[in-house]
Nanobody
Framework: QVQLVESGGGSVQAGDSLRLSCAVS????????IGWFRQAPGKERDFVTG????????DYADSVKGRFTVSRDNSKNTAYLQMNSLKPEDTAVYYC?????????????????WGQGTQVTVSS
């Protein structure tokens, strides 16, 4: 049973930074791509970023390009989302998910395993 656990969320001011972690257990981490998604109140869950199984390929939503950086440490079975220059519109529950195809694209149906989410709140 593959399990993903996000951590690192919190309440910050606009312009601050946060680093989210996604710890994966119960599976072969290094074959999964990891995606990060977010869902703001009253809105659909949206793609934020994805990283391929080997970390070579990444993809970002336009709204976070240049501010967010995704990475992974296969020796620790953990992926990270570094979020800089946070804005109030980044406020959402952030989820990580595992894609056994290893691609890390924006397509949610590719992701078989999901974490419970961590809240990020950015105030102005």
């Amino acid at each position: 049973q593959v399990q993903l656990v996000e951590s690192g969320g919190g309440s910050v001011q606009a312009g601050d930074s946060l680093r989210l972690s996604c710890a994966v257990s119960g599976g072969t981490f290094h074959i999964y791509a990891i995606g990060w998604f977010r869902q703001a109140p009253g809105k659909e869950r949206d793609f934020v970023t994805g990283i391929s199984w080997n970390g070579v390929t990444t993809d970002y939503a336009d709204s976070v390009k240049g501010r967010f950086t995704v990475s992974r440490d296969n020796s620790k079975n953990t992926a990270y989302l570094q979020m800089n220059s946070l804005k109030p519109e980044d406020t959402a529950v952030y989820y990580c998910a595992a894609d056994p195809l290893g691609l890390g694209t924006e397509y949610q149906h590719n992701y078989n395993y999901w974490g419970q989410g961590t809240q990020v709140t950015v105030s102005s």
